[in-house]
């Protein structure tokens, strides 16, 4: 199956920062989303980016599908940014997700 | 978007026992979900269930320890059978909305389950 890589697995931050989160994969995909799990275990969609640029407030993401690689920018980060970063994706033929192992993100006051 | 509410929210139980967890959608959806986070670990798919047809199952997981019902486009249950403490997670249910370009996933907000 399509194989995710996440990078870096912990980023600590302090309040204000800015941040990049990758995620690679190894084969042509449908479907990249981006999530933020909450404390509560709650699973946030970000982004919805199989190809191109999409952002949302201080969240932004890019998707490069022929470098087969997405980033998810954070600005001006809160505290209330803290969780695990999830990407995941869908290979072309298939319609399953594969997650990545996440990046947990702290950010500090 | 969608509404999704799983049934319960968390749960503690004693080995050898069964737990049924709920999925509820506010809309219909043809493909449904069910996921594992076991602890500190990423999400793991366990079998996609659709309407009016067996649950497709991962490997690794079986029918006889995960049996999932589907009855109509809206509800699936998930039974974690003769649980151990291995069992302890997150369980997820995600549905798929859009066509066949736009297919994106949202998912409820999990049961997490403890087993003494």
């Known amino acids: 199956g399509i194989q995710v890589e996440q990078s870096p697995p912990d980023l600590i931050l302090q309040e204000g920062a800015n941040s990049t989160l990758r995620c690679n994969f190894s084969?042509?995909?449908?479907?990249l989303q981006w999530f933020h799990q909450n404390p509560w275990g709650q699973l946030i969609n970000l982004f919805y980016?199989?190809?191109g640029t999409k952002q949302n407030g201080r969240l932004s993401a890019t998707t490069v599908a022929t470098e087969r690689y997405s980033l998810l920018y954070i600005s001006s980060s809160q505290t209330t940014d803290s969780g695990v970063y999830f990407c995941?994706?869908?290979?072309?033929?298939?319609?399953?997700?594969?997650f990545g192992a996440g990046t947990t993100v702290t950010v500090r006051a | 978007s969608a509404v999704i509410s799983q049934k319960p929210s968390r749960d503690i139980c004693q080995r050898g026992t069964s737990l049924t967890i709920q999925c509820q959608v506010d809309?219909?959806?043809?493909?449904m979900f069910w996921y594992r986070q076991q602890p500190g670990q990423s999400l793991t798919l366990i079998a996609t269930?659709?309407?009016?047809?067996?649950?497709?199952?991962e490997s690794g997981f079986v029918i006889d320890k995960f049996p999932i019902s589907r009855p109509n486009l809206t509800f699936s249950t998930l039974t974690v059978s003769n649980m151990s403490p291995e069992d302890s997670s997150i369980y997820l249910c995600?549905?798929?909305?859009?066509?066949?370009?736009?297919?994106?996933?949202?998912f409820g907000p999990g049961t997490r389950l403890t087993v003494l």
């Open positions: 995941a994706v869908a290979s072309s033929n298939d319609y399953k997700l594969s």
């Open positions: 995600s549905v798929e909305l859009g066509d066949s370009v736009y297919n994106e996933q949202f």
């Open positions: 980016i199989p190809s």
């Open positions: 084969d042509s995909v449908n479907n």
């Open positions: 269930a659709n309407q009016g047809s067996e649950a497709t199952y």
């Open positions: 809309s219909q959806v043809t493909m």
